[in-house]
């Protein structure tokens, strides 16, 4: 467990995502997989599970929200997507959540749109579709937390999944490219506090290649 800023980082455990916690915000709990795991962390951060009130996803691929059913059956979060990839969740397919590739399914889920331009504990909404249609980045002017859409070192998220789309991953990452962001928290691998501008814009020159 890091701490940069407001941001609590949380690294992901096998094939979880990497979670974040931004005032009373879980971002991306990861597939419910290493719940225990997620639990210590939160509590080394010096929380209790019931500071938090409200969990975000960055997109609706189960290594990231297939823990949001047992902690807001447990917790009564509030659990927040945007409106294309909520419409996967709520279709229940199983390939488009990736939940097929865990051995589970959909679960039934009380979520709420969370759409472009909305805040998010002083982050903006961005919605950056390519790596699913619903894929959204937060940003608060210095520190993006990018979900799957581009990661540190120049990489970004797969495209051959349902709902991905290679164009739309171009012109998210060229996009993102725009904001200035100088501190990267991407949805797997390493955080970036230095060179951010550089590895996005490798991100773009890679993506224009597709």
Known sequence: MDKVDDIIIIMGKGRDSNSYIIGETLIDPGSGENIDYLKDEIKAAGLEMTDI?????????????????????EYGYEIYMHPL???TVKEKDAD???????GMEVPDL???ELNEGDTVEGYEVVHTP???????????????????????????GRTDLPTGNTE???????????????????GHGPYAISQVPEQIALAVMIASRL
């Open 130 to 156: 390519g790596h699913t249609r619903g894929g959204i980045c937060l940003f608060n002017g210095k520190s993006l937390i990018s979900g799957d859409t581009v990661f540190s070192g120049g990489n970004f």
């Open 110 to 112: 009380d979520i709420k």
């Open 168 to 186: 739309q991953m171009r012109e998210s990452i060229l996009k993102i490219s725009e904001l200035d962001a100088v501190q990267l928290f991407s």
């Open 53 to 73: 009130k409200k969990i975000v996803n960055t997109h609706c691929h189960f290594d990231h929200m297939g823990a949001d059913k047992q902690l807001q059956d």
């Open 96 to 102: 488009a959540t990736v939940a097929a590739s865990f």
């Open 85 to 87: 990839d909520l419409q």
